[in-house]
C-alpha cells in the first residue's frame, strides 16, 4: 500500500544531506538506496495520513517539508545544490517515443 511520507536521508557522517516527499515511501527508499547508497545511511521519516484529496495530502506534506528545512536553518545541499538535487530527484531513464516496449512472451 503507496504511503505518503516525508524523509530526511542522513549520510555516514550523520549529516542531514536531502530532505524528500513521496506519495509511496517504500518504493522511494528503494529507488534512493539504488541510486545513491553511499549517501543513505540513515532515514528519518514522518508517515503522512493519505487523505481522499491528493491536493491536501501534498499540501500536509510541504507543510512537514518546511518545518523540517526551518530546524535545518534552511534546505539542504541536496535540496539546494542544483547538482545534488538532480542525483536525488532525476527521473529514470525512458525509452525513446519512437521505440516500441519490449513484450514478454509467454508459452514460446
Do not use: C, H
Not at 9 to 32: H, K, S
Not at 37 to 50: D, F, L, N
Not at 76 to 104: S, T
Amino acid at each position: 500500500v503507496p504511503t505518503p511520507a516525508v524523509f530526511v536521508v542522513y549520510n555516514r557522517t550523520q549529516d542531514p544531506v536531502y530532505i524528500g516527499m513521496t506519495f509511496n515511501f517504500n518504493a522511494t527508499v528503494e529507488v534512493l538506496r539504488n541510486r545513491r547508497p553511499s549517501q543513505m545511511q540513515w532515514i528519518r521519516y514522518y508517515i503522512i495520513p493519505k487523505f481522499r484529496n491528493d491536493e491536501l495530502t501534498l499540501g500536509t506534506l510541504q507543510t512537514v517539508k518546511q518545518g523540517w528545512e526551518e530546524q535545518f536553518g534552511g534546505p539542504l545541499d541536496g535540496n539546494r545544490v542544483e547538482e545534488e538535487k538532480l542525483k536525488w530527484e532525476r527521473e529514470p531513464p525512458r525509452a525513446e517515443p519512437d521505440m516500441e516496449d519490449i513484450q514478454p512472451s509467454i508459452g514460446a
